[in-house]
């Protein structure tokens, strides 16, 4: 059973950052893809940016490139999300997403709040 925990969020001024994390458990995630999305109050869950476990290869969504940096280790089977000049529109419930051959797993998400 795979098992993703999120941590790391909070409230912050734009501009600012904060680093999520997300600790995976419960198998061995070579060949799994890891990810980070995002919900914000009345609107669809989207996507954030994307890493492969056995590669490091990454993508983002056009709307947080340059701004987040997307990293795991493998050592410590944690993803991490770091998240700088934060924009209120940032604000949203972030989720931790892993996926292998179909097979979708989530974590229970964290909330980040940038006040502007």
């Known amino acids: 059973q795979v098992q993703l925990v999120e941590s790391g969020g909070g409230l912050v001024q734009a501009g600012g950052s904060l680093r999520l994390s997300c600790a995976a458990s419960?198998?061995?995630?070579?060949?799994?893809?890891m990810g980070w999305f995002r919900q914000a109050p009345g609107k669809e869950r989207d996507f954030v940016a994307t890493?492969?476990?056995?590669?490091?290869?990454?993508y983002y969504a056009d709307s947080v490139k340059g701004r987040f940096t997307i990293s795991r280790d493998n050592a410590k089977n944690t993803v991490y999300l770091q998240m700088n000049s934060l924009k209120p529109e940032d604000t949203a419930v972030y989720y931790c997403?892993?996926?292998?051959?179909?097979?979708?797993?989530w974590g229970q998400g964290t909330q980040v709040t940038v006040s502007s």
């Open positions: 997403h892993a996926r292998k051959l179909g097979y979708n797993y």
């Open positions: 419960g198998r061995t995630f070579s060949g799994y893809s």
């Open positions: 890493i492969s476990w056995s590669t490091g290869s990454t």
